[in-house]
């Protein structure tokens, strides 16, 4: 295996793997630079230093998610935000959930990183991100069998919830109350979310 060309920038500079073309084994032994990336048809993504609002949208669910958990006598598994996925389905990208969570009786697939399906992510829409995390990022999840998505938008401070149907199609739900089907329990008022 060569080493991927990597741009010749100063180190701190700015991404220095947006756009470049790399293997799973390739992407696995890149020096940090500093920025996070999807891989999508093995090309590396360069994933935008989240707007507060963002940032302060992914940490609620977060918060809440965890809050759930640690309430729970038995916690029933796992959440993680920024942690690279590699799903089973024999695509070589990766994908990275802004959260991920994975349900305990699965949780031998955490290895360092995702190594299979989490059972639920959120990813929380940027202008820069939106497309792919509505596009290809949503169809992967769906083919892979990820059972709930969550998609948090800060510009219009939305919230939905999708549920994954025999891995065929969403079905998608918003408005005022979203529940999750998978930690019953898990609820969250959108009105509250936002306030």
Known sequence: ?????????????????????????????????????????????????????HSRANGRFYRLLMDFVDAQDNPPGEACQDVDVFLPDGNPDVLRPDVSFILAENAGIIKGHIHGVPDLVCECLSRRTATRDLGVKAERYLANGVREYWIIDPRDQSIQVWYNRDNESWEKHSGERLESRLLPGFVIEVAGFWG
Not at 10 to 27: A, H
């Open 1 to 53: 295996m060569t080493a991927p060309a990597i741009k010749d920038s100063p180190e701190g500079s700015g991404p220095q793997y947006d756009g470049l073309r790399v293997t799973r084994e390739e992407y696995l032994a890149l020096p940090e630079d500093g920025y996070l990336y999807d891989m999508i048809d093995g090309v590396l993504h360069v994933t935008p230093s989240p707007f507060f609002d």
